[in-house]
């Protein structure tokens, strides 16, 4: 199992992508993806457990690209 944090966004957020990338990618609902989002736009840290660890490498590569400042834990 691996983390993911989302810690912080910069400036340019792509924020429909992001919530969009929780769901595709992840499996989350649309309700948890967007108020993960939602929180980490509050400046609040979101921390994801994610059982396949190539599936969270492959979400902390597009959340960085996205605007997402986060770490990757395995």
Known sequence: MAKVILESWREGLLKVSLTRL???????????????????????????EIKDKIIAREFFEQAEKLGVNCKFLE
Do not use: F
Request: proline share 0%.
């Open 22 to 48: 929780q769901n595709k990618k992840l499996g989350m609902s649309l309700i948890d993806s967007k108020t993960n989002t939602d929180m980490l736009l509050e400046d609040q840290i979101i921390v994801l």
